[in-house]
């Protein structure tokens, strides 16, 4: 064979063996894919299908499925508020309070996150925290009743009773008929010395909420400190079956 043969014979058999080298699969490519597709899929947020089973299911499974969600996205406002009601759900305050607490660096003074914060802060016996999350909701938005009204709760709890009485008034001038403001208004008046002023908030909360146990009972204790027992029975008598 020619010296030129040889050479084109070799040249083509070099090149039979080039599509072969270039088609063979690279593992640690193929296993890094692999592993790149399962982190994807781990992380798609749940389907509603999936969110609604969760929703309906126990306290605990619920807690864990909206853990997961949350380690997913920690930066979702409507993910930390919904895993934050969870853990609440199952007596994990602390942990609640901690998941507001961070994701409120992503979304600062967000009425939304301050309430159930302060409110979580009021259930752990830190009522002077619980104030300052309320305040900054009244700030934020002054037409909140409901800010208005847990500010005086939380404010009642700090033993600041004056404080407390002006934000249920702030509530009470926005919305009139909020059966729970008015309750709360009367007991702090009752805890005030102001008696009569008491059972004025308590007899309209009552006839607002017929049906509020709590509201009742509160409105015949202060109709007990009145001495007027006779009333006092009528009124919870009233819930016997």
Request: proline share 6%; with cysteine; charged share 25%.
């Amino acid at each position: 064979m020619s010296r030129a043969k040889t050479s084109l014979a070799v040249l083509a058999l070099a090149l039979t063996f080039v599509p072969a080298c270039a088609s063979a699969p690279d593992p640690k490519k193929e296993e890094q894919a692999k592993i790149n597709a399962a982190v994807e899929d781990a992380l798609k947020p749940a389907t509603q299908e999936e969110i609604d089973a969760a929703n309906n299911a126990d306290p605990l499974t619920r807690a864990n499925f909206w853990a997961k969600e949350h380690t997913k996205d920690p930066d979702n406002l409507d993910v930390a508020l919904t895993f934050a009601d969870s853990l609440r759900d199952i007596g994990s305050v602390d942990r609640a309070i901690e998941v507001l607490s961070q994701v409120m660096v992503v979304h600062p003074r967000e009425p939304r996150l301050l309430m159930p914060l302060g409110r979580a802060l009021a259930a752990k016996g830190n009522p002077q925290a619980a104030v300052a999350a309320f305040e900054q909701v009244t700030e934020i938005d002054p037409k909140s009743a409901e800010g208005w009204a847990a500010l005086g709760t939380a404010l009642d709890q700090a033993d600041n009773s004056k404080a407390a009485q002006e934000a249920y008034v702030n509530a009470l001038t926005l919305e009139p008929e909020r059966a729970t403001t008015l309750a709360n208004y009367g007991l702090s008046l009752a805890l005030s010395g102001d008696l009569k002023g008491a059972e004025e908030k308590l007899t309209k909360a009552n006839s607002l909420a017929p049906n509020d146990i709590r509201i009742r009972e509160n409105y015949a204790l202060v109709l007990g400190l009145q001495g007027r027992f006779d009333d006092m029975k009528k009124v919870s008598g009233a819930s016997a079956p």
